[in-house]
């Protein structure tokens, strides 16, 4: 479904990504991890357009395609939440919910200006309020954004990332900033859209990811130490010494 | 008697301040940018008008053309000179500045322009409704045919924005492009081409306020000039992203004008402006409607 071969991104003289290859398999939750600065976001940034791919292939269901800008992700069947949640402040969740749907939006300027374009907004509404039930905030609508508690924030922008269908949903840090019980929630969650979405995930909270994920990529300094199942990777020895040192490897 | 004619005179030019405002709000609300080329933007688009009345004769057939002559006016600026200059100066201390002071080089260079083409004489872009107030029995009224299509321009202005803002998804995709253009491009929205359809907007409505203020005064290079101070200031009285906020600022403005320049003289006019805005915010620092409103509140 997705390939990513030999990914390479630089920044000036420093190497961010080297040669990193991931795949992600149709109904997958595919994990990845590694210490600070090991270039899971970077990962993210360079698949969404925000970094600069100096050299790599990618390929999506099978064919080659050319390093997506980001307004062309969600044609391509791309969403992505980020690490800031990103929710608009003064917008009600049911419209930062609606933003996420914008590829399904319809009409011209001089439709929406005449007030033609009502039974397309009446559809990206009713979408909008289906994907806050599967995040369960759906009474959440009316509320404005800045209002939200911040596990509730979450939600809503992995609600936001669902409307626009997404064959690949990227979540970067779902549980970061999490209680146990929210973590507990969106492990939940993350297993319900198993079943409509295959799933690439950043995550520091490794109960999460050993819950959750069917593989696991671990980066480390830019490069790719090790892949697996959570059970295999948890075993690897340069896992532990990527997180622990190297005398707790041995 | 007096006070009424006072409140009446207020409300004519508080209706003019408002159409100026409007424009300012739309582009600040869809872009983050306050416009200061907006006055060139507007009298650029009056002389087109003018040069149409001048053809057809017809001066209500001249104001469709300077709309779209306006909005045509306001995407170009944003699609060849703001779009490059937000793309050079995204990151830093500049980035936020350099638009807005970009708008004020362009007003002169439009003034320069008009001035080039047209001239700095006054030209009379008349309308044939009269400028001459309404009579109730013997009494004259300070308030005009004219004054009521301004008036009338105003709100058609303001309600169908509004509704564009509230109601469908081209104003979603705006607000959603004007506060967080990353985020908006990664749900799919085409982030310059909505800007450039705010500024189109702005634009239009910039150059309805030339339109039909115009015909009250006279057209040159300059003529809008005091009214994009008093635009502004009605715009941030109102809130600066509400629309019915301008409105409102404008009309505010017009009347404490009104009553300043009759109860207490002509030398405190223009430091009035600042007066007032001063005191409203002090009042209420986002402004009369600059609360925490959301999309659904126009």
Known sequence: MLSISDLTVKFGGLTALSGVHIELNPGEVVGLIGPNGAGKTTLFNALTGFAPVESGKLSLDGKDHAWPKNHQLVDLGIARTLQGVGLFPDLTVLENVMVGGQKFAKGSVLRAALGLDGSNEKYLEEKASLALEKVYASSLGDKRADSLPYPVTKRVAIARALMSDPKILLLDEPAGGLGSQDIDWMNGLIHNLKSETSILLVEHHMDVVMNVCDRIYVLNFGELIAEGTPAEVRENPAVIAAYLGAEAAK | ?298
């Open chain 2, 1 to 298: 008697m007096l006070f009424i004619d006072t409140l009446l005179i207020g409300l004519s030019s508080g209706a003019i301040y408002a159409l100026m405002a409007l424009a300012l709000v739309l582009v600040w609300r869809s872009t983050r940018v306050v416009n200061f080329a907006q006055a060139g933007q507007a009298i650029l688009s009056t002389y087109l008008g003018y040069e149409v009345m001048n053809m057809t004769h017809n001066y209500w057939v001249s104001i469709p053309f300077a709309i779209l002559g306006g909005a045509a006016i306001a995407a170009f600026v944003d699609g060849v000179i703001m779009r490059a200059l937000v793309k050079r100066s995204h990151k830093g201390s500049v980035s936020e500045i350099a638009p807005v002071i970009a708008t004020l080089g362009l007003l002169g260079l439009i003034r320069s322009l008009t001035g080039m083409i047209w001239g700095n004489a006054y030209l009379q872009y008349t309308s044939p409704l009269s400028g001459k107030g309404y009579m109730i029995g013997q009494h004259t009224i300070p308030f005009s045919p004219q004054n009521l299509i301004i008036v009338i321009g105003a709100l058609l202005v303001m309600g169908v924005f509004a509704a564009i803002f509230k109601f469908t998804n081209l104003g979603l995709a705006l607000r959603a492009a004007s506060f967080q253009p990353e985020i908006s491009r990664l749900a799919g929205i085409r982030v310059d081409r909505i800007r450039t359809i705010g500024w189109a907007f702005a634009g239009a409505a910039g150059a309805v306020a030339g339109a039909l203020v115009t015909p009250t005064t006279y057209l040159s290079p300059n003529s809008l000039d005091l009214l994009l101070v008093s635009g502004f200031v009605a715009a941030v009285i109102g809130g600066l992203d509400s629309l019915i906020g301008a409105v409102l600022g404008g009309l505010l403005l017009g009347v404490g004008f009104a009553f300043i320049l009759q109860y207490i003289g002509t030398s405190v006019t223009f430091s009035a402006a600042f007066i007032i805005l001063i005191l409203v915010l002090f009042m209420r620092p986002r402004g009369i409607l600059g609360s925490k409103g959301g999309r659904r509140d126009a």
